[in-house]
């Protein structure tokens, strides 16, 4: 007996609202696409570097907020303080060695995003107050420590992050490698897989015995790996760092996530997506660069594209599931 | 009986089908002014779709509804608000942050844009003193108050709108005695003001305590309405089950003392819902809790199953202390529990089916912690053959299954885990169809029948009678009887909604 072939029948007129949404989007892309190649030096291999290598500090940590985002814990407010501060650890710590100090930047980076996933899985915190009072606490403790002054490094192996190998931001290569680590640990691992669930539904997952605390508190301890690897760059790129390393690295990151389509609610999303999302940004930018356009044109096109993908992110799954 | 030209209210050959169900079939009474009257039936009698009419939330396919002689075309709920119907519904729906009289003016379809607080002052402090919340004052907040005192608050608020007809759907059933008292008094000072009531309740006790008249329903139509004083408890039980599935319980497994128990629950106790609670499990046998809303069955469940933070007591699997309030302990000690909220706390709606056969089974299908697709899909197709489910559909989302299919999921994941020794399901077949019910039934069978413990929740005696080895019976948080042997459903339906009290303190 085959109790389950019976489709849902009405799947003809559902599909339609989301053909309206395809096509809306189709229509966009392709204005995009003429909008580009008539865009004077657009489509030239510098250029192709240039929207990449912009691409690429907030890629990675917009990677890091991905495995944030798919688990259920929304965003980390957090991001630019904690940026900013293993910015400055980096920096001072140079006279270790490049490797040494990448490790140490890494481990506390890890450290300090972790401790508030920890808080967050285990003590069911809500992430975006308890991330509000975390950028304040790292950025008092950071002030306090450094004097309120700027880090500089005391030996120049810093430099070798910005290296250009085939002529292309050695961040960008980083960028690339780690999506696609991100991307395999959530497609092919057994964490990958919980932190869907758990994203998806939290309630289920805790009834259903899943490890919802350590699970959370892992996707954030990787985040904030994430975060330590984009502050290294940074801070190499300019060469010192003080509190205000991280800029609006929060709010770009975010935008990224969401500008690839990952929902906020949790439980969908992936990391080429992300990966995607922050080309985007930055091609967009680059486009009205090109032509001129004023830097607050390029700010206030980045919310357009950010509310474009979420309202239609909702529609399609909202037509998927009628 | 009381003559049709005293009745306030009249109900005439109501009937309402959804899809093929025909829910109710041509059900009629009527209540006079003043009189308290209880409607009584088994689960799924269609007791709560003539509320829903009643009150202008379902549309009657045929039938009418009179109040005072005139017929009413209920068609939302703020039309029969309108037409002086008042409903308290079985969920409080209070709200805790506001003070008691903002609560009293919620939802009144008097109110205007300003709410003149004081002008209505004395208005409200009546309708206090109406249900006896002489001492609560206006402006205290509502979470000063108890429970009892809140679903007072919810019929001060329905009479507050002019009721005629005030309905309440079973308004005692989370509360303790001493709480249920106070809402007795409150229906009693309301009725003798003239209104009219009727009171939906599964505690036989506090009908023939309280109402004066008691119309019984059974698969959708009116059976009889009758004036207390001619019933009991065991009128009243026959009335509800008819004559026909008198039939007892048959037993199954004959193996009882070949193995010890896989679960102990001892003194397992959850404020205010369940009070020492004890019970021992043998690997193979399928046992039931029987018990209506606010007997307690649901809340052991969910403590065994370390969902209820509040919860104390010695749970033991296989004599090792599981410690409550662990949702993680209780999975790893072997229990897999399946809730009655399937869609908000069981399954993930968007996913897959594979992966939610699969989610509680994660180490088991990775290597290294990465995901093994030979054991994957080996796991799967086991799974999925267990279940009875298509195998090329393990792709699709839940939520494209019908709810009998998202059930069989649900259960299955359960199953599915080799290390489990302990299967809780609360109310495994609610909103399941026929074929679906059987198709659960047969899975827990099997489960049972490879060396699990089955428990479950019910209030459905066919299911109580032909699935379970051994049944125990609550009311009002306590054990009533544990039936290890033959039983007749009509013992079961009286224990379940009078508890243990002897035959001679029911009469009255």
Redesign the interface.
């Known amino acids: ?8 029948r009405s799947a003809a007129p559902i599909r339609r609202p989301g053909l309206v949404v395809d096509g809306v989007l189709l229509l966009a892309v392709l204005a995009a696409i003429v909008l580009a190649l008539t865009t004077d030096r657009f489509l030239t291999v510098a250029n192709a570097k240039a929207i990449l290598t912009s691409a690429s500090l907030v890629g990675i940590a917009a990677l890091g907020l991905t495995l944030i985002t798919i688990g259920g814990s929304a965003v980390s407010l957090a991001i630019s303080p904690s940026v900013a501060a293993v910015g400055m650890i980096f920096l001072s710590a140079q006279s270790l060695g490049l490797i040494a100090a990448l490790v140490l930047a890494v481990l506390c980076g890890t450290l300090i995003t972790g401790l508030q996933g920890a808080v967050v899985g285990y003590a069911a915190a809500n992430p975006v107050v308890l991330t509000i009072a975390a950028s304040f606490a790292i950025t008092g403790i950071a002030t306090g420590v450094s004097g309120g002054s700027t880090v500089s490094p005391t030996a120049g192996g810093y430099d070798r992050l910005n290296a250009t190998p085939g002529g292309v931001a050695l961040s960008v290569y980083v960028l690339i490698g780690l999506a696609l680590i991100v991307e395999w640990t959530l497609r ?4 990958g ?2 932190l ?2 758990i994203g ?2 939290r ?9 919802v605390g350590r699970m959370t508190a892992v996707a954030w301890l990787g985040a904030g790996a994430l975060f330590a690897v984009t502050a290294a760059f940074t801070a190499a790129f300019n060469t010192s760092a003080n509190v205000n390393l991280g800029g609006t690295l929060t709010f770009d990151a975010i935008a990224a996530v969401l500008a690839g389509g990952t929902p906020i609610s949790g ?2 999303g992936s990391a080429l997506r992300t990966l995607a999302g922050a080309v985007l940004i930055a091609a967009a930018s680059d486009i009205l660069l090109l032509r001129g356009y004023s830097t607050g044109v390029q700010i206030m096109v980045k919310g357009v594209i950010v509310l474009v993908v979420v309202v239609t992110v909702h529609l399609r ?1 909202r037509g998927s ?1 009628a | 009986m009381s003559p049709a030209a005293e009745e306030l209210v009249r109900v005439d050959q109501l009937t309402k089908s959804f899809g093929s169900t025909r829910a109710v079939r041509g059900a009629s009474f009527g209540i006079a002014a003043g009189e308290i009257h209880a409607l009584c039936g088994h689960n799924g009698a269609g007791k709560s779709t003539v509320v829903k009419m009643l009150s202008g939330q379902e549309t009657p396919d045929s039938g009418a509804i009179r109040i005072g002689g005139g017929v009413l075309d209920l068609r939302s709920r703020q039309v029969a608000q309108r037409s002086g119907i008042a409903l308290v519904d079985q969920e409080l729906s209070v709200v805790p942050s506001l003070t008691v009289a903002e609560n009293l003016m919620l939802g009144d379809q008097r109110a205007r844009w300003l709410n003149r607080r004081r002008a209505s002052g004395p208005r409200l402090r009546s309708l206090l003193d109406n249900v006896g919340l002489g001492h609560v004052d206006l402006d205290q907040p509502l979470s000063e108050l108890g429970i009892g005192e809140r679903q007072l608050i919810e019929i001060a608020r329905a009479l507050g709108q002019d009721a005629r007809l005030l309905i309440l759907d079973e308004p005692t059933a989370t509360l303790s005695d001493v709480e249920s008292e106070y809402v007795y008094a409150a229906v009693r000072a309301v009725a003798a003001a003239g209104c009219a009531i009727l009171f939906v309740s599964h505690r036989l006790g506090e009908v023939l305590g309280l109402c004066d008249r008691v119309t019984v329903m059974r698969d959708g139509a009116v059976v009889a309405t009758t004036e207390v004083a001619d019933l009991t408890i065991d009128s009243l039980i026959v009335q509800m089950l008819g004559e026909a599935p008198h039939r007892s319980r048959k037993r199954t497994g004959g193996e009882a003392g070949k193995s010890g128990e896989v679960l102990s629950v001892g003194g397992l106790s959850v404020p205010g819902r369940v009070e020492d609670f004890s019970l021992g499990l043998r690997p193979g046998r399928v046992y039931a809790l029987a018990g209506q809303l606010g007997s307690g069955a649901s809340d052991v469940l969910r403590a065994t ?3 209820v933070p509040a919860a104390a007591g010695d749970i033991r699997v296989d004599g090792v202390v599981v410690r409550p309030g662990h ?2 302990a ?3 000690a072997g229990i897999a ?1 399946v ?1 009655n909220d399937r869609k ?8 897959p089916i594979s ?1 939610n056969l699969l ?2 089974r ?2 088991s ?2 290597r290294w ?3 093994d697709r030979q054991r994957w899909s080996a796991v799967l197709t086991d799974l999925v053959g267990l279940c ?3 195998g090329g ?1 393990t792709g699709d989302s839940v ?4 709810g ?2 998202q059930q069989k999921v649900f259960v299955g ?1 359960g199953l599915g885990r080799s290390d489990a020794r302990v299967l809780l399901l609360d109310d495994p077949t609610r909103g399941v169809d026929v ?2 019910r059987a ?1 659960i039934h047969r899975l827990l069978r099997d489960a049972a029948d490879r060396g699990m413990a089955v428990l479950f929740s019910s209030t459905d005696l066919e299911e109580l009678l032909d699935l379970a080895d051994v049944v125990v019976t609550m009311h009002k948080g306590v054990v009533v009887q544990r039936h290890d042997g033959d039983v007749a459903g009509s013992v079961l339906l009286r224990e379940m909604t009078h508890g243990a009290a002897a035959p001679a303190e029911e009469r009255r």
């Open positions: 007996m085959n109790v389950m072939s019976a489709r849902p092919r691992t057994g964490f897989r919980s869907y669930l998806e539904n309630r289920a997952a805790r009834a259903a015995g899943l490890p439980g969908r799954t599931r | 199953a370390g969902l949702p993680i209780a999975a790893r529990f809730s908000s706390e069981g399954l993930f709606l968007d996913k992966w989610a509680t994660l180490p299908v990775t912690a990465v995901l009875g489910l298509d559909r939520r494209s299954l019908s009998g299919n994941r074929g679906g198709a």
